[in-house]
């Protein structure tokens, strides 16, 4: 879609400068009296205009490539024909120039009404001859700049849709990195606490061990024969009970 980001608008601006440049130029070429002055206006005249001429090459052989596939260039076949248009223009305007100071240099030519046919042109001032195309022109370019503000503000208008849904999509996935967050805190204290349990039920085992090593230490053979009965009798009751209950 053609916008002042397109780089056809900033060269063609560039060149613009250029070809105002020049018409500042011409114009004191024209008023000059003097011929030194006169001269050294004449060389800055055609050297701007070839300037000039190789940047409206460079553009057009842009504008070909363009025209090749305008979709993927985001342009239209009336986009394309503005700016061929366009070009053109600057072409017949460098072109005037030129010759009116490559004509005044050959025949020293005074004559005021030819050079205000040829400053009329390289302005490209209104007169009678006007035709009807220029008006169609117009017209057209007014109604390409309103479809393509209209283009600009639907895209404005999509962008700001997808922003909105990527907007969502942040959140979302920001709130399900919270509850995962969550999760693994609590996931981490249970860890801890069955850690915690472990080393004490460790404790008590050692603990236990040692008093039993101790029991069956002082205890005599026959005493240590006699507990193991006991426990054995206990253990026998219990799974009993348990089993009948």
Same mark, same amino acid.
């Not at 061990?209 to 006699?226: D, F, L, P, R």
């Not at 009751?237 to 089993?243: A, E, G, S």
């Given at each position: 879609?053609?916008?002042?980001?397109?780089?056809?608008?900033?060269?063609?601006?560039?060149?613009?400068?250029?070809?105002?440049?020049?018409?500042?130029?011409?114009?004191?070429? &024209?008023?000059?009296?003097?011929?030194?002055?006169?001269?050294?206006?004449?060389?800055? %005249?055609? *050297?701007?205009? &070839?300037?000039?001429?190789?940047?409206?090459?460079?553009?057009?052989?842009?504008?070909?490539?363009?025209?090749?596939?305008?979709?993927?260039?985001?342009?239209?076949?009336?986009?394309?024909?503005?700016?061929?248009?366009?070009?053109?223009?600057?072409?017949?305007?460098?072109? *005037?120039?030129?010759?009116?100071? &490559?004509?005044?240099?050959?025949?020293?030519?005074?004559?005021?009404?030819?050079?205000?046919?040829?400053?009329?042109?390289?302005?490209?001032?209104?007169?009678?001859?006007? *035709?009807?195309?220029?008006?169609?022109?117009?017209?057209?370019?007014?109604?390409?700049?309103?479809?393509?503000?209209?283009?600009?503000?639907?895209?404005?208008?999509?962008?700001d849709e997808e922003l909105d849904e990527l907007t969502v999509s942040i959140q979302r996935i920001g709130g399900v990195g919270l509850t995962i967050h969550e999760e693994l805190l609590a996931q981490e204290k249970i860890v801890d606490e069955l850690g915690n349990e472990m080393d004490s039920t460790s404790?008590?085992?050692?603990?236990?061990?040692?008093?039993?090593?101790?029991?069956?230490?002082?205890?005599?053979?026959?005493?240590?024969?006699?507990?193991?009965?006991?426990?054995?009798?206990?253990?026998?009751?219990?799974?009993?009970? %348990?089993?009948?209950?």
């Open positions: 879609m053609p916008s002042a980001q397109d780089p056809f608008y900033v060269v063609k601006e560039e060149i613009q400068e250029s070809i105002d440049k020049l018409q500042s130029t011409f114009r004191q070429w &024209e008023k000059a009296a003097d011929a030194g002055e006169r001269s050294n206006l004449s060389k800055e %005249v055609l *050297t701007s205009c &070839e300037s000039i001429d190789w940047q409206v090459d460079e553009l057009d052989k842009a504008i070909s490539v363009a025209s090749r596939d305008p979709s993927c260039y985001g342009i239209d076949e009336v986009e394309l024909e503005n700016r061929r248009r366009w070009t053109s223009d600057a072409r017949s305007q460098v072109s *005037t120039a030129k010759k009116a100071v &490559e004509a005044g240099k050959r025949s020293n030519i005074t004559n005021n009404t030819s050079l205000n046919g040829m400053h009329r042109e390289l302005m490209r001032l209104p007169n009678s001859h006007q *035709t009807a195309s220029g008006q169609y022109a117009t017209q057209d370019n007014d109604d390409f700049m309103e479809s393509e503000s209209d283009r600009q503000m639907l895209l404005i208008k999509r962008q404790n008590r085992l050692d603990f236990v061990q040692k008093k039993v090593a101790m029991v069956m230490k002082k205890a005599s053979a026959k005493g240590q024969i006699m507990m193991i009965l006991g426990l054995l009798a206990l253990f026998i009751f219990l799974f009993i009970l %348990v089993f009948f209950t």
